[in-house]
């Protein structure tokens, strides 16, 4: 069975890196020059390539840390000794540009052995199912379609899940390293680094649970009330955290991750903020319906995990079993709406991106859509919730917070911030029968194709620009 899950993951890594060959190929083709962001990364680049690391040469309107740029340079300068190409090839758009097609390569690798090691292999069909939800999120349409373009998000991606593998293993040294590395190509990915701690608590806090609730079984009358269980575990962390021993543990298992903390920390300061450079367009806020927008974009590209009528009717009888906490919950979820919802410059002015249609056409046609769809909102966030319960309490805990710090405070909609959380989730919910990871994968496949297609060939001009515009993520 070993030996037949190799052939799949081999025939499965080959035609993809292929397809995408293909499809690098075309992109190649079709862009020439520097587009969208590619504007400011790849100038940035290529005076790296040249050997001009100073600050002076440094483009202000770059927000980000040059671990993608001192990468890539890495990469391609050996291209000079091995093959005697000259530094006009090695630092050209084409070559930087393969960069993110080689972490794409890493991040199929990586997928796969994360979900060898989060997901269980007793059964005869995890095999294939494996193979195939590597292959599924290999080609998630938003991250897939990245690793042709000069983006971090390629690269981003190799270092934390890479940092989330090692974390896995329990090397926590070498992952808070490489949570340095995804660090330095997203400042928000400090947050993941976090998130591999967190981990770690979490783990060891569902020992003491279940060790704890052995001990009770038979000395305590059970708590009652509707929050019992919530009131059971504060009672529980309050009692843990007040211990020496149990801190002076987590403290020996998580000082590589407290140390980068601290190493964020001086940068902040130092830096006098998290963004470098132009800062105007990335100012932080409380926009806490980014939580109703991730909810909805998981839903929609896991729908075939999320949404089915037993979820729905189940989801219907228990709002009606606990109607008055389901009240409470839309009320407070229509304020957030009300008071928290904000449309950013870039949203509402650059029509290349889908964001700006699905704002236009959805949520500013009328007022009242937003509150509309509260009820959705809520049914997506039960959903995925439900969809984790295989995970410990502790482990959710830690995934919310650490996904509420990263999406809240961006003022901006926009689909590329989701990515890393939802491939997070989607690595860490139980394995889904095959014929459900088949239509997920097709219905990726059939996105990629219409939006390359779109990209590619569906091109408009600006009244006041002679460029040759594009529809993108």
């Known amino acids: 069975m070993a030996q037949l899950e190799g052939y799949y993951f081999s025939a499965a890594l080959s035609c993809t890196f292929l397809v995408s060959c293909l499809l690098f190929s075309a992109f190649s083709r079709a862009l020439r020059e520097p587009y969208m962001d590619e504007i400011f990364h790849l100038p940035q680049a290529q005076r790296y390539c040249e050997g001009h690391f100073s600050l002076s040469?440094?483009?202000?309107?770059?927000?980000?840390?040059?671990?993608?740029?001192?990468?890539?340079?890495?990469?391609?300068?050996?291209?000079?000794?091995?093959?005697?190409?000259?530094?006009?090839?090695?630092?050209?758009?084409?070559?930087?540009?393969?960069?993110?097609?080689?972490?794409?390569?890493?991040?199929?690798?990586?997928?796969?052995?994360?979900?060898?090691?989060?997901?269980?292999?007793?059964?005869?069909?995890?095999?294939?199912?494996?193979?195939?939800?590597?292959?599924?999120?290999?080609?998630f349409p938003t991250l897939y379609f990245f690793n042709f373009l000069y983006y971090t998000e390629a690269g981003s991606m190799f270092f934390t899940l890479f940092a989330y593998l090692m974390c896995l293993y329990g090397n926590h040294k070498t992952s808070a390293f490489l949570g340095f590395c995804g660090f330095m190509f997203r400042q928000t990915n400090i947050i993941w680094a976090a998130f591999c701690a967190g981990n770690v608590i979490a783990q060891k806090l569902t020992e003491a649970w279940k060790t704890e609730l052995q001990k009770k079984e038979d000395r305590l009358p059970p708590i009652k009330g509707p929050f019992a269980e919530f009131r059971k575990i504060l009672q529980f962390l309050l009692a843990y955290s007040m211990s020496f021993k149990n801190l002076s543990m987590l403290f020996c298992l998580t000082w590589p991750y407290i140390l980068l903390g601290f190493l964020f920390c001086a940068f902040v300061v130092v830096n006098g903020g998290i963004v470098i450079g132009d800062r105007s367009s990335h100012e932080a806020c409380l926009h806490f319906p980014q939580?109703?927008?991730?909810?909805?974009?998981?839903?929609?590209?896991?729908?075939?995990?999320?949404?089915?009528?037993?979820?729905?009717?189940?989801?219907?009888?228990?709002?009606?079993?606990?109607?008055?906490?389901?009240?409470?919950?839309?009320?407070?979820?229509?304020?957030?709406?009300?008071?928290?919802?904000?449309?950013?410059?870039?949203?509402?002015?650059?029509?290349?991106?889908?964001?700006?249609?699905?704002?236009?056409?959805?949520?500013?046609?009328?007022?009242?859509?937003?509150?509309?769809?509260?009820?959705?909102?809520?049914?997506?966030?039960?959903?995925?919730?439900?969809?984790?319960?295989?995970?410990?309490?502790?482990?959710?805990?830690?995934?919310?917070?650490?996904?509420?710090?990263?999406?809240?405070?961006q003022k901006l909609l926009e689909f590329r911030y989701f990515i890393l959380p939802y491939v997070i989730y989607r690595l860490n919910i139980t394995l889904p029968p095959t014929s459900r990871l088949v239509c997920e994968l097709s219905c990726y496949a059939i996105v990629n194709f219409i939006t390359f297609y779109i990209f590619l060939n569906k091109t408009f001009q600006w009244p006041n620009s002679q460029d040759i515009q594009r529809f993108m993520w």
């Open 57 to 139: 040469q440094w483009d202000p309107m770059i927000t980000t840390l040059p671990g993608l740029y001192l990468v890539s340079v890495g990469v391609v300068k050996p291209a000079i000794w091995i093959f005697g190409w000259s530094e006009h090839v090695v630092c050209s758009i084409g070559m930087l540009r393969f960069v993110n097609l080689l972490f794409s390569v890493g991040n199929f690798y990586l997928l796969y052995l994360l979900f060898r090691k989060v997901q269980p292999r007793n059964k005869a069909a995890s095999s294939i199912q494996r193979v195939l939800s590597t292959l599924t999120l290999a080609v």
């Open 291 to 409: 939580l109703f927008y991730f909810f909805s974009f998981t839903l929609f590209f896991s729908f075939p995990h999320l949404l089915s009528p037993s979820k729905i009717k189940t989801f219907l009888s228990l709002v009606w079993k606990r109607r008055i906490l389901f009240l409470v919950v839309t009320l407070v979820s229509v304020f957030l709406v009300w008071k928290f919802t904000y449309a950013h410059k870039y949203l509402l002015a650059d029509n290349r991106h889908y964001t700006f249609y699905v704002w236009k056409r959805v949520f500013q046609r009328y007022e009242i859509v937003k509150y509309l769809l509260v009820p959705a909102y809520i049914f997506a966030g039960w959903s995925i919730a439900d969809s984790l319960k295989s995970k410990s309490i502790f482990w959710n805990l830690m995934f919310f917070i650490c996904l509420f710090v990263v999406i809240v405070p």
